[in-house]
């Protein structure tokens, strides 16, 4: 069983929050819970695109600071993210496409946008150990699976075989690919090279209109937003169900929209709810532990949050949807704070926002 590491006073829950911005800063030391307590989650910075990551000289900073840069952000209405190597992976529902943020040679590209495997309404995103980007499109009924240079290797869904292919995962250490089929209220299962295995329907009653998935990186478990149903329901890697947690509500621990799902290292569970513009944090067993948001475009707020990942690193990437942003944020584990004690030195001298 999970320590509770997380767990941390009632009035702790509350998420706070200084000034919005104009535009995302990378150079705030934001963390969750604010002191006193101990530090578990902080924020890292948040992307839009090429505005964030292109290098800028002197003067272009002078005169943004004076005039205002006008940049604009590349994503148009974000939905899925995951991460690969120095790369952030983002669907975008509004241009059709995936943007690729490349953090290490300051540039964005695009997958997706034309010839073969051109993409219509991409939502789910999963990438696998050898690099294959699996795109799950809804429009098209077909999830695609493109090379790290956009070319198109396989395209998985016969007529009929989805009805809407929404969230995917990976479990890179079976070779399986994870899709759930929103309006078919099915989880597909399918080998990376598009082989299909088998499928399964949820327990409990099923499930109602599921939309996101996540791998359990240390044992397999699967996690299924069951969306409609308010609730997660977890199975083994061979679809077998082991148990759910959630209800409908509006307050802490309740569901209203879930959406995007993540698992940690330690095996926190992260879920995303489009209407609380949050996303809580459970132990295994259901608890929650934390909730970070809250309506707003500031660091650490969101409007309407989409989709989630957890990368090998726990960083955790929220897709903030009508701020046109991706937020990251970082689990300070205990592997992490000793892999970097000056950093955690400092989120642990962070003082509280100035009201």
Not at 151 to 167: C, M, R, S
Not at 246 to 263: A, E, L, M, N, Q
């Amino acid at each position: 069983m999970i320590k509770n590491t997380f767990y941390v006073p009632v009035f702790f829950l509350t998420a706070f929050f200084f000034a919005c911005a104009a535009a995302p800063r990378q150079d705030i030391n934001l963390v969750y819970p604010l002191p006193p307590e101990e530090p578990k989650l902080a924020f890292l910075g948040s992307y839009r695109g090429e505005v964030d990551v292109k290098k800028k000289s002197a003067l272009d900073g002078f005169l943004g600071f004076f005039f205002g840069s006008g940049d604009r952000p590349d994503l148009i209405k974000p939905y899925g993210v995951a991460s690969f190597g120095d790369k952030i992976y983002v669907t975008d529902t509004g241009s059709g496409e995936v943007l690729v943020i490349d953090l290490k040679e300051r540039k964005v590209r695009r997958i997706g946008d034309g010839g073969a495997g051109k993409l219509s309404v991409p939502i789910g995103l999963a990438i696998a150990a050898d690099g294959t980007i699996f795109v799950a499109d809804a429009k098209l009924k077909r999830v695609f699976g493109y090379d790290q240079t956009g070319k198109v290797k396989l395209a998985i869904g016969l007529k009929d075989e989805f009805k809407n292919p929404a969230g995917v995962a990976v479990n890179n250490e079976l070779g399986r690919l994870y899709v759930v089929d929103s309006h078919g209220n099915a989880v597909h299962v399918y080998s990376t090279k598009g082989t299909p295995l088998f499928q399964f329907l949820g327990g409990e009653g099923g499930f109602l209109y599921p939309s996101n998935v996540a791998v359990d990186k240390r044992n397999g478990n699967v996690y299924v937003v069951d969306t409609q149903n308010f609730k997660v329901q977890v199975f083994d890697k061979d679809g077998k169900f082991l148990r759910t947690f959630g209800k409908i509500g509006d307050v802490p621990g309740t569901f209203s929209r879930p959406k995007g799902i993540g698992i940690d290292s330690d095996g926190h569970v992260y879920v995303v709810d489009a209407a609380f513009n949050n996303f809580q944090i459970f132990d295994e067993t259901g608890q929650l532990l934390l909730f970070i948001g809250g309506e707003g475009n500031a660091p650490g707020q969101f409007q309407l949050p989409a989709g989630m990942y957890v990368d090998e690193k726990d960083r955790i990437y929220v897709v903030d949807s009508f701020n046109f942003r991706v937020q990251v944020f970082q689990y300070l584990s205990d592997r992490w704070k000793k892999e970097h004690p000056e950093e955690y030195n400092k989120y642990l001298l962070t003082q509280p926002a100035a009201k």
